[in-house]
Nanobody, 128 residues
Framework: QLQLVESGGGLVQPGESLRLSCAASGSTLDYYAIHWFRQAPGKEREGVSCISADGISTNYVDSVKGRFTISRDNANTRVDMQMNSLKPEDTAVYYC?????????????????????WGQGTQVTVAS
């Protein structure tokens, strides 16, 4: 049974960086695309990034392109998201979700992820 745990959030000033991690237990992530979502108080959940099961395909929401980078580790047990040049608008709880996907397929920002495996979230706060 796959379980996910997010970590790496915290309080930073605008322009600084954080690196979030999504760690798997119970299974490797060999057959899962990973999506990062975020949700701020009073706002709907927003898809941020995704990476395909084989690590070849990545996608980002326009507001984070050039600032955020998603990657997989060699053991396929963890997915990281490097977040640079953080802005107050990035403040949210960040969640990772695992989508069942055999290698050889791309990930899509259109994926709903409602029925995927989810972690508990990690808080990111960007403020002066």
């Amino acid at each position: 049974q796959l379980q996910l745990v997010e970590s790496g959030g915290g309080l930073v000033q605008p322009g600084e960086s954080l690196r979030l991690s999504c760690a798997a237990s119970g299974s490797t992530l060999d057959y899962y695309a990973i999506h990062w979502f975020r949700q701020a108080p009073g706002k709907e959940r927003e898809g941020v990034s995704c990476i395909s099961a084989d690590g070849i395909s990545t996608n980002y929401v326009d507001s984070v392109k050039g600032r955020f980078t998603i990657s997989r580790d060699n053991a396929n047990t963890r997915v990281d998201m490097q977040m640079n040049s953080l802005k107050p608008e990035d403040t949210a709880v960040y969640y990772c979700a695992a989508e069942w996907q055999p290698p050889g397929y791309a990930c899509s920002m259109e994926h709903d992820a409602t029925n995927d495996h989810w972690g508990q979230g990690t808080q990111v706060t960007v403020a002066s």
